[in-house]
């Protein structure tokens, strides 16, 4: 084999390799494609549905914290419904004595 048919031999095979080459670059621009539209389907579920359905979801936590109490509210409420605990088992003593006496 003389230099000549070498170098048309390696000439042959980089030809394969670039056709190959093609192939696959013409797969993964298909394969591109197809995500492209697959991320935009994506795209529009996501604004359409998913956002929505958030915001609604944050309205309505920020709905339930404005009615719920706070903790200083809460201890506060405790504080007065012992202290009112107190006064009506001290009204309910100062009754029974006062039955007694009569």
Same mark, same amino acid.
């Given at each position: 084999m003389n230099n000549e048919e070498k170098i048309l031999s390696l000439l042959?095979?980089?030809g394969e390799i670039l056709g190959n080459l093609a192939m696959d670059v013409s797969c993964l621009k298909d394969d591109v494609s197809d995500l492209k539209g697959r991320v935009a389907k994506v795209e529009v579920t996501q604004e359409n549905m998913v956002l929505p359905q958030i915001q609604a979801i944050a309205e309505g936590i920020t709905s339930i914290?404005? $009615?719920l109490v706070t903790r200083s509210e809460m201890d506060a409420m405790r504080e007065e419904i012992a202290?009112? $605990?107190d006064i009506i088992r001290m009204h309910t003593t100062q009754i029974n004595d006062l039955k007694k006496a009569e």
């Open positions: 042959e095979k980089q914290n404005a $009615k202290f009112l $605990k």
